[in-house]
């Protein structure tokens, strides 16, 4: 019912900065909290940070100072900008949504995943 398409992803050196996308769409009347959470091999999915309908925000103590997280309400997008990124930021992020669907219905939706590698 809802399809969420992330970008932003890439290779960068420590020290540098990568802004992830995530734009929603199909049977959506509303987006309620909006989020990203990121995965390393062997490791279990972490939640990153999200952001309430109204803006409020939330972050992990790993990347709090470095990272922000915001919204785009008119386009039903999510964004993370990632400063001075480090070697340990290095996973596979997914974006993550909690929607209020046309027939009335909350579902939660994930991305595709997007790749970050950091090198050192």
């Known amino acids: 019912q809802v399809q969420l398409v992330e970008s932003g992803g890439g290779l960068v050196q420590a020290g540098g900065s990568l802004r992830l996308s995530c734009a929603a769409s199909g049977r959506i009347a509303s987006i309620n909290v909006m989020g990203w959470y990121r995965q390393a091999p062997g490791k279990q999915r972490e939640l990153v940070a999200s952001?309430?309908?109204?803006?409020?925000?939330n972050y992990a103590d790993s990347v709090k100072g470095r990272f922000a997280i915001s919204r785009d309400n008119t386009k039903n997008t999510v964004y993370l900008q990632m400063n001075s990124l480090k070697p340990e930021d290095t996973a596979v992020y997914y974006c993550?949504?909690?929607?209020?669907?046309?027939?009335?219905?909350?579902?939660?939706?994930w991305g595709q995943g997007t790749q970050v590698t950091v090198s050192s």
């Open positions: 993550n949504t909690d929607v209020y669907t046309t027939d009335y219905s909350n579902i939660i939706s």
């Open positions: 952001i309430s309908a109204l803006g409020g925000t």
